[in-house]
């Protein structure tokens, strides 16, 4: 990384990181070529699905494993060793979708049919 918003910085950012919600822009610039995959979410949804108190990260970056369990630190790695990008989404989404069915059931009114 570079800036973050006027703060210069020499951070270097883990082949898996969180970056927490940002209230400033960040600039980050790499040696060479690279290939990244970012799964964003918003906030809400993240502390809905991790439990995770996303105010502690804000501007923040993280390892992984400083912010969520090893099913989601699974995930990261195998996202990692997938052969190409629709295998990672293939991935995430196999991963988000029974989680976030849980959280939708539970929050819809109940009714009575």
């Known amino acids: 990384m570079i800036y973050r918003g006027d703060e210069s910085l020499s951070e270097p950012i883990p082949t898996v990181a969180f970056l927490g919600p940002r209230t400033v822009p960040t600039i980050s610039a790499n040696p060479g070529s690279i290939h990244a995959f970012i799964l964003l979410l918003i906030p809400e949804a993240l502390q809905a699905l991790t439990g995770v108190d996303i105010a502690r990260f804000v501007?923040?970056?993280?390892?992984?494993?400083?912010?969520?369990?090893?099913?989601?630190?699974?995930?990261?790695?195998?996202?990692l060793r997938a052969t190409d990008d629709t295998a990672g989404v293939q991935l995430i989404e196999a991963f988000l979708e029974p989680r976030w069915s849980l959280i939708a059931r539970s929050s819809l009114p109940k009714t009575d049919h």
């Open 59 to 79: 501007n923040r970056l993280a390892p992984l494993s400083a912010v969520f369990d090893t099913a989601w630190q699974d995930m990261a790695q195998a996202v």
